[in-house]
T-cell receptor, first 116, second 110 residues
Framework: DTGVSQDPRHKITKRGQNVTFRCDPI?????LYWYRQTLGQGPEFLTY????????KSRLLSDRFSAERPKGSFSTLEIQRTEQGDSAMYLC??????????????FGAGSRLTVL | QQPVQSPQAVILREGEDAVINCSSS?????VHWYRQKHGEAPVFLMI?????EQKGHDKISASFNEKKQQSSLYLTASQLSYSGTYFC???????????FGTGTRLTVIP
């Protein structure tokens, strides 16, 4: 168990370019979450997957954002036509997926995006 | 949906105690507490399910009052390693989609 891995750790891009982030969750975890965190703020929920199904999306997730988890394992988060306001840390988390409510999220180290 | 945390920041000397509060305007299924050090991922501390239970982990404990939709994190005899930003994450449905507060920055000085 190597924890939650995210790649790349840092990405600098010019406004208007597309970027893609990858998240590899803990192998036996069914749930995968994407959060965005800006400086001095708590993580903001973006979306989550139960296996390969995307079950909920935040209104923060505009049509420029798309997330996939094609085989219920790794996930990608793509941002098209990036804007300076997209600059943030993008955090991925995974959890076992039990519905008991005692579902602990394990976070990755995050992918920091800087849009120039 | 975002819970409100207080205080926003606190500075302690080693050995002092602190309380961090988290309140929500919505009924809660559970409250999760995380600590994040600068440049690192949030790390899970504890989870409290509705029922007013209290949990403890070493010298860090927490309570959850589901009637008031409030949770408090208690840090006793603080250590330098306690420094970081503490976030509460609230779950309203049991589906475990957490909404995090803005955080409480805790600094412990010698």
């Amino acid at each position: 168990d190597t924890g939650v891995s995210q790649d790349p750790r840092h990405k600098i891009t010019k406004r208007g370019q597309n970027v893609t982030f990858r998240c590899d969750p803990i192998s036996e975890h069914n749930r995968l979450y994407w959060y965005r965190q800006t400086l001095g703020q708590g993580p903001e929920f973006l979306t989550y997957f139960q296996n390969e199904a995307q079950l909920e999306k935040s209104r923060l997730l505009s049509d420029r954002f798309s997330a996939e988890r094609p085989k219920g394992s790794f996930s990608t988060l793509e941002i098209q036509r990036t804007e300076q306001g997209d600059s943030a840390m993008y955090l991925c988390a995974s959890s076992p997926g039990r519905f008991s409510g005692a579902n602990v999220l394990t976070f990755g180290a995050g992918s920091r995006l800087t849009v120039l | 949906q975002q819970p409100v945390q207080s205080p926003q920041a606190v500075i302690l000397r080693e050995g002092e105690d602190a309380v961090i509060n988290c309140s929500s305007s919505k009924a809660l299924y559970s409250v999760h507490w995380y600590r994040q050090k600068h440049g690192e991922a949030p790390v899970f501390l504890m989870i409290l399910l509705k029922g007013g239970e209290q949990k403890g982990h070493d010298k860090i404990s927490a309570s959850f009052n589901e009637k008031k939709q409030q949770s408090s994190l208690y840090l006793t005899a603080s250590q330098l390693s306690y420094s970081g930003t503490y976030f509460c994450g609230t779950d309203q449905t049991g589906a475990n989609n957490l909404f995090f507060g803005t955080g409480t920055r805790l600094t412990v000085i010698p």
